[in-house]
């Protein structure tokens, strides 16, 4: 049973995830969309009538960390890559929140 | 007829947990630092770096959930909301959908005379966005990620409030809750609770609810109340017009007293939710749970009623008293220490809502100690200083914490109960004053208290006001 991924879809697709796609690589996308999710179909073959949804794959829970400041100054080492900075801070094109 | 609308409200508020470091990273929350001192590869969202969660966050927020009645879910993750954003370093923001820590509780609010609960549908735990700042100079923006990570839990509440008054109570019950726990300091004009507000009109008596928008940057009790208005008035003016509610985020500008349209609908809201894979479930066992209970402090309902019987207080004291946990405690230290608790209560109901109201500070922000309040009103019952000077020595307390005993030696305030002394400056008035002094005699009381006030001034207010008008009296006979 083969997966169908709409134009509109792979188009919605491209604006959230902030991408700019050519014509070839939106049929390209399309394909391997639809490759994974007939891979991911072949989980419903299965009966998981019962089974409690598993939320992590490791058998592990409540790891912590205290409430005690370690961490000093990282201003330089954050700022280390920016491509533009000001006043300590990273510059960007104005956003308004 | 015109048609009666109801206004229908439910409010999401987040809330900055009193944490000394960030949710995920050892990074400390300290307010006010220079931009970007207080990050790491975690709240930054370099690549490799893993998140590990501050125990004191899960504890605060299960406090919060059991104070406001909720069920403590017992297996608990985070899930992952995707958006883009410069605040945002990861381009995710670490939260909770699908299984929050707290669900279905409820708190009690009184309007008037009438109380009502408003349910609480969740709240879960997250980490706050960094905070851009406009550059005016070359119109870009700057972000500092000293904030990106700081705890945060928000409540949900359900669409149980019907007017401004009641979104205000609710807040406020909130906050005084939170602030007893010691959770956050719940301060709307720095940001440390938020509060949104989802509110949509439908015609009275109808069951359905109409479309809702949610309005944003509300940092003040009044913006809210104003908003909240100005949104009721909007929407039944649409509606009237029969035109159509869009359900959008609306951005409120308080100044302008008007609210505009965030996000488009062609922009809907898509944040492809799944479950964090860099952190592991959170278990919450009975014993722990039992364990936050049992250190849950006396809150303001169950204090107040101590305070009317135990203290003998009236009820409007005991509200203002226990609006803030600061506030409350001072004044029991102070009443343990000085015995006197009417004293105190006025203490603090009087001078010191007017000193706080009038350099612009909550009751959070007093420091000044209940040894130095307990002197002074001992100084006051024992008539060493009178009423007056009490007051100028208050403010020095006040601000200073001054010790009243050697203020009070040092500045030489003492009331002055040398008969002799006084005699001699009532004398002197007296005979300065014969207009005054015939107006008295003629009959005229009022008179009397123009030459107390001049005794006063010449006496530089140390003298005992009510020995001025006994002697007053008897010399004018």
């Keep these: 049973m083969a997966n169908k991924i709409s134009d509109e879809t792979i188009e919605y697709v491209g604006i959230l995830a902030k991408l700019e796609l050519s014509g070839q690589e939106k049929e390209d996308a399309k394909a391997d969309m639809e490759k994974m999710l007939d891979y991911i179909d072949t989980l419903n073959e299965l009966d998981t009538e019962g089974i409690e949804p598993m939320s992590h794959v490791f058998p592990v829970h409540n790891v912590f960390r205290e409430d005690v400041v370690v961490n000093g100054d990282g201003s330089e080492d954050t700022l280390a890559n920016a491509p533009l900075k000001k006043d300590q801070s990273f510059k960007v094109p104005k956003t308004i929140g | ?477």
């Design chain 2, 1 to 477: 007829m015109a048609k009666q609308y109801e206004t229908v409200i439910g409010l999401e508020v987040h809330v900055e947990l009193a944490t000394k470091t960030k949710i995920f990273c050892s990074c400390s929350t300290e307010f006010g630092g220079a931009p970007n001192t207080h990050t790491c590869p975690v709240c930054t969202g370099m690549p490799g770096s893993l998140p590990v969660l501050n125990k004191q966050v899960v504890e605060y927020a299960m406090a919060i959930g059991l104070a406001t009645n909720c069920d403590i879910t017992k297996v608990c993750k985070f899930d992952r909301k995707n958006y883009f954003y410069p605040d945002n370093p990861q381009n995710y923001q670490i939260s909770q959908l699908y299984l929050p820590i707290a669900r279905n509780g409820y708190v009690e609010i009184e309007v008037g005379d009438t109380k009502k609960k408003v349910r609480i549908h969740e709240m879960h735990m997250e980490e706050d966005a960094g905070k851009l700042i406009h550059d005016e100079w070359d119109d870009t923006s700057l972000v500092d990620y000293n904030r990106s990570g700081v705890p945060l839990v928000e409540i949900v509440s359900e669409p149980d409030m019907r007017s401004a008054d009641e979104v205000i109570a609710y807040l406020e019950k909130l906050r005084t809750i939170i602030q007893y726990l010691g959770a956050s300091d719940c301060k709307l004009q720095e940001g440390s609770m938020r509060a949104d507000v989802n509110l949509s009109v439908r015609e009275a008596g109808t069951k359905e609810f109409g479309t809702r928008t949610e309005m944003k940057n509300l940092n003040s009790f009044k913006a809210i109340a104003r908003a909240i208005e100005g949104e009721h008035e909007r929407q039944i003016e649409l509606i009237e017009a029969g035109k159509m509610v869009v359900q959008e985020t609306r951005r409120w500008d308080d100044n302008k007293e008007s609210s505009h349209a965030m996000r488009s609908k062609e922009d809907a809201q898509d944040y492809r939710y799944f479950p964090e894979p860099d952190l592991v479930p959170i278990v919450i066992s009975d014993e722990w749970i039992d364990k936050i209970r049992s250190r849950q402090p006396e809150f303001r309902d169950e204090k107040l009623e101590r305070y009317k019987k135990e203290f003998d207080i009236p009820q409007y004291d005991a509200e203002i008293i226990t609006e803030s946990k600061q506030m409350a405690d001072i004044f029991e230290k102070t009443t343990a220490l000085c015995g006197k608790s009417k004293k105190v209560s006025n203490w603090l109901m009087v001078e010191t809502m007017r000193l706080l109201k009038e350099k612009g500070m909550e009751p959070e922000d007093i420091s000044f100690s209940p040894e130095n309040l307990a002197k002074l009103i001992q100084l006051t019952e024992a008539g060493t200083i009178n009423s007056s000077v009490a007051k100028e020595v208050f403010e020095q307390i006040f601000d200073k914490d001054v010790d009243p005993d050697q203020y009070v030696e040092e500045h030489g305030l003492k009331t002055v109960n040398d008969e002799g002394a006084l005699e001699a400056v009532l004398e002197k008035i007296i005979a300065e004053n014969p207009q005054a002094v015939a107006d008295y005699r003629g009959g005229k009381e009022k008179a009397l208290g123009a030459l107390v006030g001049q005794t006063m001034k010449a006496m530089k207010g140390k003298a005992n006001p009510g020995m001025v008008n006994q002697k007053l009296k008897e010399m004018l006979k």
